[in-house]
């Protein structure tokens, strides 16, 4: 094949698998690392000292920098494997108009969100466990207490949430999941920090009442799933206009602000 129609050809290609390659797991990059960065300011000297040698012994550096390697799995030689595994970890279907957690029906053999929570803060709380393996946990916790906290990865409809619902976003096509992971977070065209700082002039968030009697994982959950059942979350119009933003783009950050209080609280806990 000649360069130039080879160049044509790779183009082509990556037009066409560019739409599905960004339909994967949860809240973009940037709202991953908020959700660090929030948690990190909120941690005590006890759990940022486990956090940042547990980070070092794996070579890496920060929380934030760390936030999104779930998602990176995939593309990382001799880790696609694990990148597979863990794909159901990143979200729960539940499967109920009233957005009732249900474990045997939502959360098979432990394969959803919920799960992978009670999975890897058991391993990262365990000292007789290796430093690598820890690292690892805390890894996919970072992540995956974000990716709860994303409505659309908690939902009851049956659309992968949401990347089945197209709509139209400033004059594009999309889908509903990608206007929540990222979209909606990028019309504030901030970076991470000073988004995070942004958020943090809020002051503290105030968290929703959870029950003592079932996993505190399992309410996230609900919670996100019950946002997702407010009427007008669903724009039945498939347009996300100013007024959808307006009225949505605060619900998204206050559940950034959740996971984070969240997250600080949870790593306190168990690396203290
Ligand atoms: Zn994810």
């Given at each position: 094949?000649?360069?130039?129609?080879?160049?044509?050809?790779?183009?082509?290609?990556?037009?066409?698998?560019?739409?599905?390659?960004?339909?994967?797991?949860?809240?973009?990059?940037?709202?991953?690392?908020?959700?660090?960065?929030?948690?990190?300011?909120?941690?005590?000297?006890?759990?940022r000292?486990?956090?940042?040698?547990?980070?070092?012994?794996?070579?890496?550096?920060?929380l934030?920098?760390?936030?999104?390697?779930?998602?990176?799995?995939?593309?990382?030689?001799?880790?696609?494997?694990?990148?597979?595994?863990?794909?159901?970890?990143?979200?729960?279907?539940?499967?109920?108009?009233?957005?009732?957690?249900?474990?045997?029906?939502?959360?098979?053999?432990?394969?959803?969100?919920?799960?992978?929570l009670?999975?890897y803060?058991?391993?990262?709380?365990?000292?007789?466990?290796?430093?690598?393996?820890?690292?690892?946990?805390?890894?996919?916790?970072?992540?995956?207490?974000?990716?709860?906290?994303?409505?659309?990865?908690?939902?009851?409809?049956?659309?992968?949430?949401?990347?089945?619902?197209?709509?139209?976003?400033?004059?594009?096509?999309?889908?509903?999941?990608?206007?929540w992971d990222?979209?909606?977070?990028?019309?504030?065209?901030?970076?991470?920090?000073?988004?995070?700082?942004?958020?943090?002039a809020?002051?503290?968030?105030?968290?929703?009442?959870?029950?003592?009697?079932?996993s505190?994982?399992?309410q996230?959950?609900?919670?996100?799933?019950?946002?997702?059942?407010?009427?007008?979350f669903?724009?039945?119009?498939?347009?996300?206009?100013?007024?959808?933003?307006?009225?949505q783009?605060?619900?998204?950050?206050?559940?950034?602000?959740?996971?984070?209080?969240?997250?600080?609280?949870?790593?306190?806990?168990?690396?203290?």
């Amino acid at each position: 094949m000649n360069p130039a129609l080879k160049r044509r050809s790779i183009a082509v290609l990556l037009f066409l698998i560019a739409p599905f390659a960004a339909t994967v797991h949860a809240w973009g990059d940037l709202g991953h690392r908020i959700v660090a960065e929030l948690a990190w300011r909120q941690l005590d000297p006890a759990a940022r000292a486990e956090v940042s040698r547990l980070l070092k012994a794996d070579g890496d550096d920060s929380l934030p920098d760390i936030a999104s390697w779930p998602d990176r799995l995939r593309d990382m030689p001799g880790k696609e494997d694990l990148g597979k595994a863990t794909g159901p970890l990143h979200y729960v279907d539940i499967r109920d108009d009233k957005c009732h957690y249900v474990p045997p029906r939502d959360c098979a053999d432990g394969r959803c969100v919920v799960g992978g929570l009670e999975k890897y803060v058991a391993v990262l709380g365990d000292r007789h466990r290796s430093d690598a393996e820890r690292a690892e946990a805390l890894k996919f916790v970072v992540h995956f207490v974000g990716d709860v906290h994303q409505p659309l990865h908690a939902g009851n409809r049956d659309d992968k949430g949401g990347n089945e619902y197209q709509v139209q976003f400033d004059g594009k096509g999309t889908n509903l999941h990608r206007v929540w992971d990222s979209q909606m977070l990028y019309t504030r065209d901030l970076k991470w920090q000073a988004y995070a700082d942004r958020l943090a002039a809020e002051g503290p968030v105030k968290l929703p009442r959870t029950n003592a009697s079932e996993s505190p994982y399992a309410q996230w959950a609900e919670e996100s799933c019950d946002i997702v059942a407010t009427n007008g979350f669903y724009p039945a119009t498939h347009r996300i206009d100013d007024a959808y933003v307006a009225k949505q783009l605060p619900v998204a950050e206050t559940r950034l602000r959740e996971a984070a209080k969240r997250l600080a609280d949870l790593l306190n806990k168990t690396l203290d």
